[in-house]
């Protein structure tokens, strides 16, 4: 499982940080860090729910 | 169950029909949406795709393959009625579809005024059509009116002001997104507004739209009039439940659902049009009409009429609600539930600037967060919130973190 994010989209609103904060994260700069880009599978739940609740439709998932 | 029918092919309906398939519903499912489209995102549409700088491609909202899904779609069809006795949903060209599930996410449509006449130059702002149409006119250099300076009036305007468009925009209220947000940050975002050369009335009341075929000026109730191109109509949404009148489920703006978001047995709701208590605000009965939230209950209304279906045990609903806006390079975020009596303090910054956190208290509580460009720490209080944490503990966060 990879995460791919397109940065284009993503308006740094956080909520995947909100979701999965030890994944994403929203720094001071108003950037958003993928801090696991492969993370292990039994975060698949978690990173899928941050997939469908983003509010730019900026995540996906590979894999 | 068999069938489950899936009405409102927006955000709720599609994260409805996925999660449906994701639980391991395997019958017949029905997709029912009166746009000819499928399912689109529809924030961009006062934003990327009305500033130009997206295509209509980029709001889709799957990115997978719908053959997935094995849905039944029919799309370009609005549901007509609904017959809770038999079972069936009446389609636009006389089609019924029996069910034994329903989803009802028709979301809602926008609110207009009957003194309104129907010219060339008068739109409304809901769909993907819409916003082309008035993507055509703006790239013609239209002189811009909104009325209404909420969510969808102050992105619009944002947007004619980033295409260097003039825009004027009419509001009755004191203070733009003052049912959002309350008057103390209304008055930040009036100044911001005036600030970016949005010629922003507030407190004035609109007279008459005149001209011939097309629209040619707005004339207010102080008998001064504005020239006006393109006007904008951005004065909030009704529920879309008149295909629900006559069905006997409880309506009052919007459907009456209990805390799982059943309407009737085998009848959800989710999106725009669900009313239901919020065990989180003390059973406030709530309307939302945010994105975040017609995702949540999509997917929510799904698990649920599945799982009561089942004759399992279903939790109620019970979110942080939250809201965003993006205007004038400020990202305007918004979580809980507040109002203007509720106890209002500034953090993270400072209100006359625009990187901000606005914490609300009520009886000691903290039930409410607001950020300008403060994402990350507005998630964190989102949290705080569902934890019922006290407006002390944010604020005492608040100082340690800086």
């Given at each position: 499982?990879k995460?791919v994010?397109?940065?284009?989209k993503c308006?740094?609103n956080?909520v ?18 993928v801090l696991?880009?492969?993370p292990p599978?039994?975060k ?10 983003c ?7 590979e894999? | 169950?068999?069938t489950?029918?899936?009405v409102g092919a927006?955000?709720?309906?599609l994260?409805?029909v ?6 391991g ?11 000819p ?11 990327e ?8 491609d980029?709001?889709v ?10 849905l039944e779609?029919r799309l ?5 009625g609904?017959?809770l ?17 329903l989803v009802?996410a ?10 309104i ?5 008068v ?11 008035i ?15 909420g ?9 004619c002001?980033k295409?260097g ?6 509001e ?9 947000v ?14 970016e ?5 507030l ?6 739209v005149e001209g ?23 004065i909030?949404?009704?529920p879309?439940?008149?295909w ?21 047995p ?6 725009d049009?669900?009313r ?6 003390d059973?406030?009965v709530?309307r939302?009409?945010?994105?975040t ?6 997917v929510?209304?799904a698990?649920s009429?599945?799982?009561r279906?089942?004759g399992?045990?279903?939790?109620g609903f ?8 993006d205007q004038y390079?400020v990202k305007?975020?918004?979580a809980?539930r507040f ?18 956190v606005?914490l ?15 994402a ?7 949290k705080?919130?569902s934890?019922r944490?006290s407006?002390r ?10």
């Amino acid at each position: 499982m990879k995460i791919v994010v397109d940065f284009e989209k993503c308006t740094s609103n956080a909520v995947c940080m909100g979701i999965a904060p030890d994944i994403f994260e929203v720094r001071d700069d108003n950037f958003l860090y993928v801090l696991q880009e492969e993370p292990p599978e039994d975060k698949r739940a978690l990173v899928e729910e941050a997939v469908r609740m983003c509010p730019t439709q900026a995540i996906s998932l590979e894999g | 169950m068999n069938t489950i029918a899936v009405v409102g092919a927006s955000l709720a309906g599609l994260r409805a029909v996925e999660t449906l398939r994701h639980e391991g519903f395997t019958g017949r499912l029905v997709l029912v949406g009166a746009e000819p489209h499928l399912p689109y995102d529809r924030p961009p549409l006062s934003k990327e795709l009305l500033a130009g700088e997206w295509e209509h491609d980029r709001t889709v909202l799957r990115k997978q393959p719908y053959d997935d899904l094995d849905l039944e779609l029919r799309l370009g069809t609005a549901a007509t009625g609904l017959d809770l006795a038999t079972q069936e949903l009446a389609l636009a060209g006389g089609t019924k579809v029996a069910f034994d599930g329903l989803v009802i996410a028709t979301g809602s449509t926008p609110r207009t005024l009957p003194s309104i006449p129907a010219l060339d130059g008068v739109f409304t702002l809901r769909t993907i059509d819409d916003c082309l149409a008035i993507r055509q006119r703006l790239d013609m250099g239209a002189r811009v009116v909104v009325i209404g300076a909420g969510f969808i009036g102050s992105e619009v305007a944002s947007t004619c002001r980033k295409r260097g468009l003039e825009v004027t925009v009419l509001e009755a209220l004191p203070q733009p997104m003052v049912r959002g947000v309350g008057t103390r940050i209304g008055a930040r975002l009036a100044a911001i507004q005036v600030e970016e050369g949005v010629d922003l009335r507030l407190g004035v009341s609109f007279e008459a739209v005149e001209g011939d075929v097309r629209v040619e000026r707005i004339r207010l109730g102080d008998g001064s009039t504005i020239p006006c191109d393109v006007l904008i109509v951005a004065i909030g949404v009704v529920p879309e439940t008149r295909w629900l009148e006559t069905c006997g489920l409880v309506l009052d703006d919007g459907v009456v659902c209990d805390e799982t978001l059943h309407a009737a047995p085998g009848v959800v709701a989710a999106g725009d049009l669900c009313r239901w208590p919020n065990a989180l605000f003390d059973g406030e009965v709530m309307r939302l009409e945010h994105w975040t939230n017609a995702a949540e209950q999509g997917v929510f209304a799904a698990r649920s009429l599945l799982r009561r279906a089942a004759g399992d045990e279903v939790e109620g609903f019970a979110p942080v609600p939250f809201v965003w806006s993006d205007q004038y390079g400020v990202k305007i975020q918004c979580a809980g539930r507040f109002g203007p009596s509720d106890d209002l303090e500034i953090t993270h910054g400072e209100l006359d600037s625009r990187q901000f956190v606005a914490l609300f208290g009520r009886r000691g509580r903290l039930v409410g967060a607001l950020a300008f460009s403060r994402a990350r720490q507005l998630m964190q209080y989102r949290k705080m919130i569902s934890e019922r944490a006290s407006l002390r503990d944010a604020l005492a966060h608040a100082r340690a973190s800086g």
